[in-house]
């Protein structure tokens, strides 16, 4: 029988499979963090159950942590308090903890790649919607609720009903100063913020294959925001390179066996899916938001859409623009901005602060802009600085600060004022998402560097050199 790849490594981790129910799933890696781990403990604690498999488990702190003096105590009660149960649970159970101040600290998604603990043909879970980032690697991966953290934590199973495959391919290549974001927003706005609810995608064709490991995180990770259970790529050599040599990443005769076993994650030829899209890279231009959902996404040089000409209500459509203070037909280049946050586990790697520095390299940070520059971890900010990143950022008037979440979803004090308009690398614009009142632009690192160095929505490729 012909198998997608999704078909291959969900098969192959089912412990059984209950008729017109769901399957119950054998889970490789589990990642869990501050906000949705605390309860799952109580839950086993009030159970007396312990950790099945703590080696499997990996906690990191990320969403509330701050992002500024993180050697001093935590100010927010509730940030520290949960910070603090992290700690203890982790430590009574086992379980490898990266709190503020290790090394290996930082984003539950930036760090589990980083440290080989993401893998092809594995199944992940986490606490948090965006776990879909580690799909990249030819893994299923995909977030769950408290609960279902608890059921992790206890068994190393879960209860999940298969999803529907879909397969998305974009053919040829990329137009100069398009990078990965643009290819997620424009996926999105193509299907909407539902148009792969129930589905989990596979994605496929020659921009895919261009793309780097941390191009393809990106996309995967922004699989959710269309409704899909998660995202996944075909691992290839490109993966196999930058998994080699990790901490958790098998070695020796290990590796070998393990790559028996990757060489064959792919999806066969003849395998079907439910449904099918094909695009081209040339369609795809640098694109931002312009209204509540990650859906309302357009090229960058664009109009802002008509009611009339996009699905749903004309009411909600009219609702979303003037939360956001714009007009339907109005081009968004031009437009002021506030407020640029590059960061989070979409944009938070190395590769996006190159790409931000090759726009701002030379200039200087307009004066109306407050910028937040958030690295997804100790990682990614040592090679910021090893690189000479750090200096090119300082002599534009650029500040770095400490790994963590930030203002992706404003847990701690990166919050954007009420009214406010940012241009943010990060994966959600929903009303208050980056603080009550904040408007926000999602973008790819290079229209975030355009739009820092104008003081407002500018084509990043009128800036490339």
């Not at 119950?24 to 963090?33: A, G, N, Q």
Request: proline letters at 5%; aromatic letters at 8%.
């Amino acid at each position: 029988m012909k198998q997608t790849l999704f078909d291959k490594v969900w098969d192959s981790h089912v412990v059984r499979s209950i008729d017109k129910g769901p399957d119950v799933l054998f889970i490789d890696r589990h990642m869990i963090h501050e906000v949705t781990s605390p309860v799952a403990f109580l839950g086993l604690k009030n159970r007396a159950l312990p950790v099945l498999y703590p080696e499997r488990t990996f906690a990191t702190a990320d969403h509330n942590t701050p992002t500024l003096n993180q050697h001093l105590p935590v100010a927010d009660p509730l940030s520290r308090n949960q910070l603090k149960a992290l700690e203890e649970n982790a430590n009574a159970h086992g379980i490898s903890y990266w709190g503020l101040g290790h090394k290996k600290n930082g984003i539950v998604h930036v760090v589990g790649p980083e440290y080989g603990i993401t893998q092809p043909g594995a199944t992940i879970v986490c606490g948090d919607s965006h776990t879909s980032t580690h799909g990249a690697f030819g893994a299923i991966a995909f977030g769950i609720g408290t609960s279902e953290v608890e059921m992790v934590l206890a068994t190393q199973c879960i209860m999940q009903p298969k999803p529907k495959k879909m397969r998305i391919s974009i053919n040829g290549s990329l137009n100069h100063g398009v990078t990965p974001k643009d290819v997620a927003l424009f996926i999105i706005s193509k299907l909407t913020t539902s148009g792969a609810t129930g589905y989990f995608v596979e994605y496929a064709g020659e921009v895919f294959e261009q793309l780097s490991m941390e191009g393809r995180m990106t996309v995967c990770n922004l699989s959710i925001e269309m409704g899909a259970r998660g995202g996944m790529i075909t691992p290839d050599e490109k993966t196999f390179e930058y998994i080699k040599g990790r901490e958790f990443t098998p070695d020796g005769a290990a590796w070998d066996k393990a790559m028996a076993y990757w060489e064959t994650l792919h999806t066969d030829e003849g395998a079907t899916f439910d449904k099918e899209l094909v695009f081209e890279g040339s369609e795809i231009d640098p694109m931002i938001t312009f209204g509540t959902n990650p859906g309302m996404g357009m090229s960058i040089t664009k109009a802002i859409p008509t009611a009339s000409s996009v699905e749903g209500g004309a009411a909600t459509y009219k609702k979303s623009l003037d939360y956001m203070g714009y007009a339907e037909g109005e081009s968004m280049l031009g437009k002021p901005i506030d407020f640029v946050f590059i960061g989070s586990c979409t944009n938070g790697r190395i590769e996006d602060f190159r790409a931000f520095a090759s726009i701002v390299k030379g200039k200087k940070r307009a004066e109306n802009v407050t910028a937040w520059l958030v690295p997804g971890s100790h990682k990614v900010l040592a090679s910021i600085k090893e690189e000479g990143l750090l200096d090119i950022f300082e002599a534009a008037k650029f500040e770095l600060r400490e790994p963590g979440c930030s203002a992706c979803l404003a847990m701690n004090d990166d919050k954007i004022p009420a009214g406010k308009y940012a241009v943010s690398t990060s994966n959600r614009n929903f009303e208050g998402r980056q603080g009550p009142g904040s408007r926000t632009l999602l973008a790819s690192p290079l229209v975030a560097a355009a739009a820092a160095i104008t003081g407002k929505i500018t084509d990043p490729r009128t800036l490339i050199q």
